[in-house]
């Protein structure tokens, strides 16, 4: 089993820049084998697919809305992946979920494990 656990998120203007962390823990080398993913959601919409890493790092994937505004990275050694978002907008959506799974992948469903969230406002 594999526990998830967002932090980082708050209140950030328009334009501003934020970074959420997401800290693995279970069996260990669960953890080291699994590609991590954030999804976001905005209230009565679905979730969406936002950025994915393998576990080395060497493989990244991100949404094209997010493209060239955020940056997913990982430590292993911490158990911790990050997204560092630049150029937040009002209409980014607010709740961003952790997820791990067996591939890299942008569909949500993959995803076995996943955390509880964390709020990120963005105010205009």
């Known amino acids: 089993q594999v526990q998830l656990v967002e932090s980082g998120g708050g209140l950030v203007q328009a334009g501003g820049s934020l970074t959420v962390s997401c800290l693995a823990s279970?069996?260990?080398?669960?953890?080291?084998?699994?590609?991590m993913a954030w999804f976001r959601q905005a209230p009565g919409k679905e979730r969406e697919f936002v950025a994915a890493i393998t576990r080395s790092g060497r493989s990244i994937r991100y949404a094209d809305s997010v493209k060239g505004r955020f940056t997913i990275s990982r430590d292993n050694a911490k158990n911790t992946v990050y997204l560092h978002m630049n150029t937040l907008k009002p209409e980014d959506p607010d709740v961003y979920y952790c997820?791990?799974?067996?591939?890299?992948?942008?569909?949500?469903?993959?995803?076995?494990?996943w955390g509880q969230g964390t709020q990120v406002t963005v105010s205009s």
């Open positions: 997820a791990a799974g067996p591939i890299i992948t942008s569909t949500l469903n993959t995803y076995p494990y």
């Open positions: 279970g069996r260990t080398y669960s953890v080291d084998a699994m590609a």
